[in-house]
């Protein structure tokens, strides 16, 4: 049985509830003390921690004291967007405490459960004679303008060094026919580009091109690694339309469309009549979906398969939904806070230019 510590991701881990075994769910900001007495003596297999829920969390010894009270190797730390925590020195002391199981992806945690990772798996970000820690420990008697420099130098570090962690790739594939990949990738784009830096990329069609932003490529898909991969892009985020391309493993996280309309879903099994069994595993996301909350129940006990999300049909003219926001933050984009007002009126189509 495992445990959920949840605080600004409590909407989005409540989803593991169907997914794993939980035996205690508790939900706010926790002093180190706290937690460590609270499970010290506590049974469980995994406990599935969101950072946030340590108070003072982006100061490393908070995660160091915690590694002292708890067996760290049954610790899922669910990591927050803050550019501290994806730092290369954060995740390097992580790895340097012996704590090799952290994610940014809600999927990685069902897999990280079963599947720990080893030494190897995080290699990438130790740097070997250059942690913090030791660091701090061999400045500890310099004078104060020495131990100055040397903060300004590593937090001089942390905001220059462009890290893998640090940039999310995310696919999104149309299962049922025309389901609104491109579209929703844009308007995803334009929701997120308010607080991050997102690149959208298309694999192997033209269509981004109509859309007319710069920052919207159409790509071949052997071109995708090298976008993905790159650390020096800079982006926070990238989209990647999948559209046919065999490239989903080269995305950390996948989103797969279903239009869930009689005619679609009809033709979606008919053209794979294993399609339900792979969805089962997969995050489902209903999009144009007319689908009531109880309507959504009754998918899933038809499909056999959970639903993250329920995006009503949208007008992709409009600058901001709510319901975008309400999914990006489910997603972990805690910057996306959804908003009690609706969207700004803009020109119907947009195509004559002032």
Do not use: W
């Not at 199981?101 to 740097?127: E, G």
């Not at 130098?153 to 962690?165: F, I, L, T």
């Not at 696919?171 to 830096?197: C, P, R, V, W």
């Amino acid at each position: 049985m495992n445990v959920i510590v949840s605080n600004k991701y409590t909407a989005m881990l409540s989803n593991l509830s169907n997914r794993i075994d939980l035996i205690k769910t508790i939900d706010g900001e926790f002093q180190v003390e706290d937690l460590i007495s609270q499970f010290q003596n506590f049974f469980f297999n995994k406990m599935i921690l969101d950072i946030t829920a340590i108070a003072g969390y982006q100061d490393i010894t908070q995660i160091q004291k915690l590694s002292f009270g708890l067996d760290m190797s049954k610790v899922i730390l669910l990591l927050d967007d803050s550019p501290i925590v994806n730092s290369q020195q954060y995740c390097s002391e992580l790895v340097s405490m012996g704590i090799y199981n952290f994610t940014r992806n809600i999927d990685d945690i069902v897999f990280l459960i079963d599947h720990p990772n080893s030494y190897k798996d995080v290699a990438q970000y130790h740097m070997l004679g250059n942690d913090n820690m030791s660091m701090m420990q061999q400045n500890a008697n310099n004078n104060q303008k020495q131990n100055q420099f040397i903060n300004q130098n590593m937090m001089q570090q942390q905001q220059q060094m462009p890290m893998m962690m640090s940039t999310r790739v995310i696919g999104i594939k149309n299962l049922t026919e025309h389901a609104g990949a491109t579209t929703l990738i844009y308007m995803l784009k334009k929701q997120l580009s308010e607080f991050y830096t997102v690149l959208a990329l298309e694999l192997d069609k033209d269509d981004f091109k109509y859309f007319g932003d710069t920052e919207m490529k159409s790509i071949s898909t052997s071109e995708l690694q090298a976008y993905a991969t790159n650390p020096a892009s800079g982006y926070n985020v990238i989209l990647v339309d999948i559209n046919n391309s065999p490239a989903e493993a080269s995305c950390a996280e996948m989103i797969y469309l279903v239009e869930p309309t009689t005619i679609k879903l009809n033709k979606m099994i008919a053209s794979d009549n294993t399609i339900l069994n792979k969805m089962r595993n997969v995050k489902v996301v209903l999009n144009k979906s007319l689908l009531d909350p109880n309507d959504v129940r009754d998918f899933e006990s038809e499909a056999g398969c959970s639903v993250f999300f329920n995006i009503r049909p949208l007008d992709e003219k409009k600058d901001k939904h709510t319901s975008l926001d309400e999914f990006l933050n489910m997603m972990g984009f805690d910057k996306n806070k959804p908003a009690d007002s609706g969207n700004q009126p803009v020109r119907l189509f947009g195509i004559i230019k002032e």
